[in-house]
């Protein structure tokens, strides 16, 4: 596809080079053009990287949820440092995803208060 060549390109040199930022943006190259599979595989190296770790981690729940991988969606969640997902209203609302399907409405609820209690991020 024409409109991706200039990003394979770009992408071919960062991987030349070494960049460890590679891996982040080949996942997010794949999950533009809606290839989940190769995504996941993208975001999880980048998490094993740790460079951009916090939004390869959302990325990664992302590409999970939308796969319908729910399984590995939970042991991502549960994998993180405590706190982690209460300081993030991406993974809270994961949590509270999970938390929904697996029926548990009123730990959902709490997980709901909390993420009303965070500051705005103006979409950051």
Known sequence: N???KDADQNLILFKERGFRSY???RGFWFRGQGKLDQAIQQYESAVKERL???AATNQLGLCYFRSGRMDKL????ASLEEGKVERSAFLMEMKVRLLTEERAFP????YIA???ALAEDNGR
């Open 2 to 4: 024409n409109k991706f």
């Open 23 to 25: 891996f982040y943006l």
């Open 52 to 54: 951009f770790r916090g």
């Open 74 to 77: 939970k042991l991502l969640i």
């Open 107 to 110: 730990e959902a609820r709490r």
């Open 114 to 116: 909390k993420m009303s």
